[in-house]
Nanobody, 116 residues
Framework: QVQLVESGGGLVQPGGSLRLSCAASRSIFSINAMGWYRQAPGKQRELVARILSGGSTNYADSVKGRFTISRDNARNTMYLQMNSLEPKDTAVYYC??????????WGEGTQVTVSS
């Protein structure tokens, strides 16, 4: 099992930046995939970005060029650097971890609000 704790959310003005962190309770070296989802009020949860154990990444079209996902195996932490934030990025952001043969693990979420 792995517990995930997100941090770094908050209120930011349009055009600003935030860096989200997802700290894992154990080594993430062997975790096959980690990523970020978000859910805005009244909308379905959507994939924002994903990073595989080998380092390859995928992004939602809406965040390409603005968000960067990374993982630091030594710190057991995954990050989401969010630049040029827009009001449409306002949502609760959740991190997840996928290990082959196990159900997905989820954090409790961190609120990101982009507003002037």
């Amino acid at each position: 099992q792995v517990q995930l704790v997100e941090s770094g959310g908050g209120l930011v003005q349009p055009g600003g930046s935030l860096r989200l962190s997802c700290a894992a309770s154990r080594s993430i070296f062997s975790i096959n995939a980690m990523g970020w989802y978000r859910q805005a009020p009244g909308k379905q949860r959507e994939l924002v970005a994903r990073i595989l154990s080998g380092g390859s990444t995928n992004y939602a079209d809406s965040v390409k060029g603005r968000f960067t996902i990374s993982r630091d195996n030594a710190r057991n932490t995954m990050y989401l650097q969010m630049n040029s934030l827009e009001p449409k990025d306002t949502a609760v952001y959740y991190c997840y971890a996928y290990i082959i043969g196990y159900p997905d693990y989820w954090g409790e979420g961190t609120q990101v609000t982009v507003s002037s």
